[in-house]
């Protein structure tokens, strides 16, 4: 047997279910057949054209297009399943021109022969030029059907001629009820996923997950196996699920700190809290506890920058540029001629007008980054650079401000799911009284253009 050649799929082979048993959750929970695939219903719902190909066995070539955990691979699993040709499943990671040739040679002859090969390239982006011409004969001769699976844009990363042979489908990332529901699933199914392991967990942690895997199923997956893994168990064999065990699946490689003493600390905060409250001298002070104590001066100038956008911010933008500029004149006068940059520096701070606008309304962009799906880029927001994206809607809708007299639109920025957010709210201090009464014009001028509509 050549080592190309296609294998049927037993599930039944009793050595392929010990390797199952062993594989990770996300392989083991890949659905088997069309209707128990999750999501990509614009593509693959009731129907729409992929799915008639994928039932009738009726394929063409296709580049399927989506970010990791979309379900491109499982898609093509379940087309092996489906298919009555010979299913051949190709690394772009680990084969060549060689391999590639061996196997179309093969393919050829089974062509002769009346027989039809299928060939799933994973991560097909990672064939250079010469790799991908080489299927192009044989797609263009129909010796082959190609399916080739892509994170990246197939506009840049597949070649033109071998582009135009082959349908591309965008495939989209996993909404947080679809993850929550391939999650119900793996907890729940006793043959592939974690049924027989008693799991209590709550809605609202399935959720957590759904959310934090941002619409990446194998992520979800992931996390719950981990977090399985490591739970502790009742008296009844139980395995309970808590929020700390997801947070440390969630975040355990972010978990490293400075082990620094407490007085390092105790003094940053000082002088940070003496500059929020506009002490002049206490700043004063405590800067010089820090630096005559033989504080490192670079990670005391950071700190003043940190201070400057968190407790000033747009009140009086100059402030950065005078932390910017004694920063630099530490790293050119060296210490201790530095050490009056740095005062100059901190005393400014104290004594500007303060706004904390900037800092809450990035906190809360944060959370919303964090806790809320990170829906894509609308795409009237995008640019299209190829015609294939000009025909997937890039660009559609946008409206050019500079071609207004008033330089402004009413046209939404934010994506559909935080369209009503307000993150950034300027204070009556400094600058930000000019910004305030700026976004309150901008805001009546919308309201008026949507009133006369």
């Not at 010089?288 to 950071?302: H, I, N, Q, S």
Request: with cysteine; aromatic share 6%.
């Amino acid at each position: 047997m050549s080592l190309f050649e296609p294998t049927p799929i037993d599930p039944s082979d009793s050595a392929m279910q010990r390797v199952a048993a062993s594989s990770p959750l996300a392989d083991r929970m890949r659905p088997e057949t069309i209707e128990d695939y999750i999501g990509q219903l614009h593509i693959l719902g009731p129907g729409k054209p992929l799915r008639h190909q994928i039932e009738r066995d009726e394929l063409g070539s296709m580049i399927l297009w989506g970010p990791p955990g979309s379900g491109k691979t499982t898609l093509a699993t379940i087309v092996a399943r489906k298919t009555r040709s010979d299913f051949l499943r190709f690394s772009a990671v680990l084969s060549g021109i060689k391999e590639i040739k061996e196997v179309m040679a093969a393919a050829e002859k089974s062509r002769h022969y009346g027989r039809r090969t299928v060939v799933f390239v994973d991560e097909i982006h990672r064939f250079n030029k010469a790799q991908q011409d080489a299927f192009l004969p044989y797609v263009e001769r129909g010796d082959i059907v190609l399916i080739g699976a892509t994170t990246e844009n197939p506009s840049f990363e597949v070649n033109a001629a071998l582009l135009s042979r082959a349908k591309v489908y965008m495939l989209s990332a996993l909404s947080t009820d679809e993850v929550q529901t391939l999650l119900r699933r793996a907890i729940t199914d006793p043959k592939r996923g974690l049924g027989t392991q008693a799991i209590e967990i709550s809605d609202d942690l399935l959720r957590q997950i759904a959310v934090f895997s941002n619409g990446d199923a194998r992520a979800a997956y992931n996390t719950l196996e981990t977090s399985v893994a490591a739970a502790a168990r009742d008296a009844e064999g139980h395995a309970i699920i808590t929020e700390t065990l997801i947070e440390d699946a969630i975040q355990r490689k972010m978990l490293l700190y400075d082990k620094s003493g407490e007085e390092h600390y105790n003094l940053i905060s000082a002088l940070h809290k003496s500059v929020r409250n506009s002490d002049a001298s206490a700043t004063l002070y405590w800067l010089g506890r820090m630096l005559e104590a033989g504080e490192d001066p670079t990670y005391v100038a950071r700190r003043i920058l940190r201070m400057a956008s968190e407790d000033i911010g747009m009140a009086d933008p100059n402030a950065l540029s005078v932390t910017v500029a004694a920063m630099q004149a530490v790293h050119f006068l060296g210490m201790p001629e530095g050490n009056l940059a740095l005062a100059e520096a901190a005393v400014y701070l104290a004594l500007a007008p303060k706004s904390n606008a900037l800092y809450v309304g990035y906190s809360e962009v944060a959370r919303d980054a964090q806790e809320t799906m990170a829906e894509p880029v609308p795409l009237h927001l995008r640019n299209a650079v190829t015609g294939m994206m000009a025909n997937f809607g890039y660009g559609k809708g946008y409206q050019y401000a500079h071609n207004s007299e008033q330089k402004l639109t009413d046209m939404q920025c934010l994506p559909e799911n935080l369209k009503d957010r307000q993150y950034f709210r300027p204070t009556d201090q400094g600058l930000e009284k000019r910004l305030k009464e700026k976004m309150q014009a901008i805001e009546e001028w919308k309201k008026k253009q949507a009133g006369g509509k």
